[in-house]
């Protein structure tokens, strides 16, 4: 990451732009109380916190940030924003899904967002979601923020409310098929295992006997 671009890029829009983890956040995540983690605090930059990937146990589906850009003046050109997501392997857990647009304005006001990790399957995966910040005066000058996450998935129901809050409709009902597909691709595959185990095993006996 060019630290200095990311400074020379939030000083020429004139704000303060500020993005962590909370308290409620850093101990669910962490099992450490009155806690933040600062990525991004008043344009200073926490480079040891992009470095490494987050934990995310299997009992944790989502995570939540907090960000905000507080320009000094309400006329200071504003900071945009685009992203995009990644799993290193879709077969057990799909791109992470946010809870806001694609293409956006880092809002002025304190907000949050949230990161949901679409388990399919029982896994461990390394998956990313990349920001790319602008400012529309200067839109040659962007910078990323790569925020990277290693995720536990464990193959479970999920709660139909907290879909909601990520999908539509219908992609509430893809992404369950999808996932009761792959439960029973790994079923097929569990049995075929033992079957063969068995097989081997029995055989192995019947020579040691005769």
Same mark, same amino acid.
């Given at each position: +990451?060019? #630290?200095?671009?990311?400074?020379?890029?939030i000083n020429?829009? $004139?704000?303060?732009? &500020?993005?962590?983890? $909370?308290?409620?956040?850093?101990?669910?995540?962490?099992?450490?109380?009155?806690?933040?983690?600062?990525?991004?605090?008043?344009?200073?930059? =926490?480079?040891?916190?992009?470095?490494?990937?987050?934990?995310?146990?299997?009992?944790?589906?989502?995570?939540?940030?907090?960000?905000?850009?507080?320009?000094?003046? @309400? $006329?200071? *050109?504003?900071?945009?924003? $685009?992203?995009?997501?990644?799993?290193?392997?879709?077969?057990?857990?799909?791109?992470?899904?946010? &809870? #806001?647009?694609?293409?956006g304005i880092?809002?002025?006001?304190? *907000?949050?967002?949230?990161?949901?990790?679409? /388990?399919?399957?029982?896994? =461990?995966?390394? /998956?990313?979601?990349?920001?790319?910040?602008?400012?529309s005066t200067? &839109?040659?000058?962007?910078?990323? #923020?790569?925020?990277?996450?290693?995720?536990? /998935? =464990?193959?479970?129901? +999920?709660?139909?409310?907290?879909?909601?809050?990520?999908?539509?409709?219908?992609?509430?009902?893809?992404?369950?098929? +999808?996932?009761?597909?792959?439960?029973?691709?790994?079923?097929? #595959?569990?049995?075929?295992?033992?079957?063969?185990?068995?097989?081997?095993?029995?055989?192995?006996?019947?020579? @040691?006997?005769?």
């Amino acid at each position: +990451m060019n #630290i200095l671009l990311i400074v020379l890029l939030i000083n020429l829009i $004139d704000a303060q732009l &500020n993005l962590y983890l $909370d308290s409620v956040s850093v101990e669910q995540l962490f099992e450490l109380k009155e806690h933040r983690l600062y990525f991004i605090n008043g344009n200073q930059i =926490r480079q040891s916190a992009f470095e490494s990937s987050l934990l995310v146990s299997a009992n944790i589906h989502f995570v939540e940030f907090t960000w905000n850009n507080e320009r000094l003046d @309400i $006329d200071t *050109s504003k900071l945009y924003y $685009d992203y995009n997501t990644s799993s290193s392997n879709e077969q057990a857990l799909l791109r992470p899904v946010l &809870n #806001i647009v694609e293409n956006g304005i880092v809002p002025r006001k304190t *907000s949050t967002f949230s990161i949901f990790f679409p /388990c399919l399957t029982t896994n =461990r995966v390394n /998956c990313s979601v990349l920001f790319r910040l602008y400012n529309s005066t200067t &839109n040659h000058t962007s910078m990323i #923020i790569p925020l990277k996450f290693m995720k536990y /998935c =464990r193959d479970e129901t +999920m709660n139909h409310s907290l879909l909601s809050q990520f999908y539509n409709s219908n992609q509430i009902i893809d992404y369950l098929l +999808m996932k009761e597909s792959r439960h029973r691709e790994f079923a097929s #595959i569990t049995i075929t295992t033992i079957f063969a185990y068995s097989l081997i095993i029995a055989f192995v006996v019947f020579l @040691i006997v005769f």
